[in-house]
C-alpha cells in the first residue's frame, strides 16, 4: 500500500473541497473535455452520468483520462512597475483510468458516497429504482499533480499511487 505524502494530502485537502472538475478524454487524437460534479475518496474520483452518452462511449473507447480542478481563492494583484502581476490560485491535475461501474451493488456505493458528499455523512441510502436510473464512474488516479500560489509563494506537488 502507498501511504500518501504530505503533498498528496495537499492535494487530496483541494480535491475534496471542490465539487466541479473537468474531465478530458481522448479518442483517434480527437480531445473531449466536460465539466462535471464529483467526489473524492480515497485515490479516486466518482461521478453519476445517464445510463448513455458520448461520455461513456469515449470512456469506453480509451479509460485513459485526465481530471482537473482549479480555484482562485483571491483576485488578480495590481503590479507595481517591472513586477509581474499576480493571483493566488490552485490546481489539481489528475492522471487515471476510468471504469464505468455496471454492478448494481458497486454503483450503489459509488453513488451513495457521491450522495453524502453532497448532502451530509448522514444522508440515507439512495433506493435501488433510482441507483437502476444512472450509471457511476470511477476514476481510479495513478498520478497527480498540484500547485498553490500564495502571496507570490509557489508551492508544486507531485504524487504518484
Same mark, same amino acid.
Given at each position: 500500500?502507498?501511504?500518501?505524502?504530505?503533498?498528496?494530502?495537499?492535494? @487530496?485537502?483541494?480535491?475534496?473541497?471542490?465539487? /466541479? !472538475?473537468?474531465?478530458? &478524454?481522448?479518442?483517434?487524437?480527437?480531445?473531449?473535455?466536460?465539466?462535471?460534479?464529483?467526489?473524492?475518496?480515497?485515490?479516486?474520483?466518482?461521478?453519476?452520468?445517464?445510463?448513455?452518452?458520448?461520455?461513456?462511449? /469515449?470512456?469506453?473507447?480509451?479509460?485513459?483520462? =485526465?481530471? *482537473?480542478?482549479?480555484?482562485?481563492? !483571491? *483576485?488578480?494583484?495590481?503590479?507595481?512597475?517591472?513586477?509581474?502581476?499576480? &493571483?493566488? =490560485?490552485?490546481?489539481?491535475?489528475?492522471? !487515471?483510468?476510468?471504469? +464505468?461501474?455496471?454492478?448494481?451493488?458497486?454503483?450503489?456505493?459509488?453513488?451513495?458516497?457521491?450522495?453524502? %458528499?453532497?448532502? !451530509? *455523512?448522514?444522508?440515507?441510502?439512495?433506493? @435501488?429504482?433510482? +441507483?437502476?436510473?444512472?450509471?457511476?464512474?470511477?476514476?481510479?488516479?495513478? @498520478? &497527480?499533480?498540484?500547485?498553490? @500560489?500564495?502571496?507570490?509563494?509557489?508551492? =508544486? /506537488?507531485? %504524487?504518484?499511487?
Amino acid at each position: 500500500m502507498n501511504i500518501p505524502t504530505e503533498s498528496c494530502k495537499e492535494m @487530496e485537502d483541494i480535491l475534496r473541497s471542490i465539487s /466541479w !472538475g473537468f474531465l478530458a &478524454m481522448t479518442v483517434d487524437d480527437r480531445p473531449y473535455m466536460i465539466p462535471l460534479n464529483y467526489a473524492y475518496d480515497s485515490g479516486r474520483i466518482l461521478f453519476h452520468c445517464a445510463l448513455e452518452g458520448k461520455k461513456l462511449v /469515449w470512456i469506453r473507447a480509451n479509460p485513459r483520462v =485526465c481530471f *482537473s480542478v482549479a480555484r482562485q481563492p !483571491g *483576485s488578480v494583484e495590481g503590479h507595481p512597475q517591472f513586477q509581474q502581476c499576480h &493571483m493566488d =490560485c490552485e490546481s489539481v491535475v489528475c492522471f !487515471g483510468t476510468a471504469r +464505468i461501474v455496471d454492478d448494481l451493488q458497486q454503483r450503489a456505493e459509488v453513488l451513495n458516497i457521491f450522495n453524502r %458528499h453532497f448532502h !451530509g *455523512s448522514d444522508a440515507p441510502d439512495l433506493p @435501488e429504482e433510482r +441507483i437502476k436510473k444512472c450509471l457511476a464512474v470511477e476514476i481510479c488516479i495513478q @498520478e &497527480m499533480t498540484g500547485r498553490r @500560489e500564495c502571496n507570490r509563494k509557489l508551492t =508544486c /506537488w507531485h %504524487h504518484r499511487y
